[in-house]
C-alpha cells in the first residue's frame, strides 16, 4: 500500500514540475502546451513516441505533431531510433543551460534578420529622400529616422557578438558555468 502512494506522490510532484516547466516556458514565448510536450519528455526514462506523448499530456494527435516539431527546431528534443520499432521516438536535452544557449541564438539572429532586412530595404528611400527633397522638415524626418537605423545597427553588431560568444562558449570565460563540486 505504501509503495501505491509513494509512485503517486512521485507522479504528483513530476506534475508540478512539468507544469512550472511549461509555464516558465511562456516567458519565452513558448506556448505551455509545447512545454508540458517538453516536460513529459524531460522526465522520461526512456524515449517516447508521438502517441505515447499524446497520452500523457492529454493534447490531439495533431498539436503534439506541432509540439515535436518546434521543440526539434530549437534543439530542445531529439529525434532517436529505437530497435525493433518503426515509430519514432524523442528523448529531451536535459541541459536546461545548453537550451537557453540554443534557444536565445537563434532568436537573437532571427530579430538581428528581420530588423536589418526591413533597414536595407528602406534606407535607400529614406537617402533618396534627404538628399532630393525641398521640403526641410521631409529632410529632418527622413535623417532622423537614418540615425535611428544606424543606432540600431550598433546594437544589433552587439546581440551578433552575443550570439557568436554564446555559441562559441567565449561567454563561459566572462560568466563561467557552475560546476559541481
Known amino acids: 500500500m505504501q509503495l501505491i502512494n509513494e509512485h503517486e506522490s512521485i507522479e504528483q510532484a ?100 528581420l530588423i536589418m532586412k526591413a533597414a536595407e530595404q528602406v534606407e535607400p528611400t529614406l537617402i533618396d529622400i534627404a538628399n532630393h527633397t525641398t521640403d526641410q522638415h521631409v529632410k529632418d524626418a527622413a535623417n532622423k529616422d537614418l540615425a535611428l537605423i544606424k543606432d540600431s545597427h550598433k546594437y544589433f553588431d552587439w546581440t551578433l557578438q552575443l550570439a557568436n560568444a554564446m555559441e562559441s562558449g567565449e561567454i563561459f570565460k566572462y560568466l563561467p558555468k557552475t560546476t559541481e563540486e
Open 14 to 113: 513530476r506534475d508540478i514540475m512539468i507544469s512550472a516547466i511549461a509555464q516558465s516556458m511562456v516567458i519565452y514565448g513558448v506556448t505551455p502546451s509545447v512545454g508540458r510536450i517538453y516536460g513529459v519528455l524531460y522526465f522520461s526514462s526512456e524515449p517516447l513516441t508521438l502517441d505515447e506523448i499524446k497520452e500523457q499530456v492529454a493534447m490531439s494527435k495533431g498539436s503534439v505533431s506541432n509540439g515535436i516539431r518546434e521543440l526539434l527546431e530549437t534543439e530542445m528534443i531529439t529525434k532517436v531510433w529505437k530497435k525493433g520499432d518503426r515509430k519514432d521516438h524523442y528523448i529531451a536535452e536535459k541541459d536546461y543551460l545548453r537550451n537557453f544557449i540554443t534557444f536565445f541564438i537563434k532568436k537573437i539572429r532571427q530579430e538581428r534578420s
